[in-house]
């Protein structure tokens, strides 16, 4: 069963002499620079899209820098007595 999407295309031949057909066929073929290939695949990502990774990068990007240069720790309110550190940990009664 052939799948919906399928579309037969017909391929036309191309009459070239047999001497250049045996060269193009053990020539390398190109391979596509990293950027090209890079390029090619954020044109295919809808406008939107690319705003909004490009958007959450920058969110992530200012709280990164935000929580290296701010001391988020305010000092204790003066009408308020520093709470005691207590442990997550069940303690054990004195009886």
């Known amino acids: 069963m052939r799948h919906p999407l399928h579309v037969a295309l017909s391929v036309p031949v191309a009459a070239e002499a047999p001497a250049a057909a045996a060269v193009a066929r053990h020539r390398k073929p190109r391979r596509p620079s990293p950027v090209r290939v890079a390029l090619a695949a954020l044109a295919s990502v809808p406008p939107a899209r690319r705003l909004a990774a490009g ?5 992530v990007l200012a709280a990164t820098v935000l929580t290296a240069t701010v001391d ?5 309110a003066p009408d308020r ?5 207590s442990s997550t940990f069940a303690k054990v009664s004195g009886d």
């Open 55 to 59: 958007l959450g990068a920058a969110s």
């Open 72 to 76: 988020p720790a305010a000092p204790v």
């Open 81 to 85: 007595v520093p709470a005691r550190q």
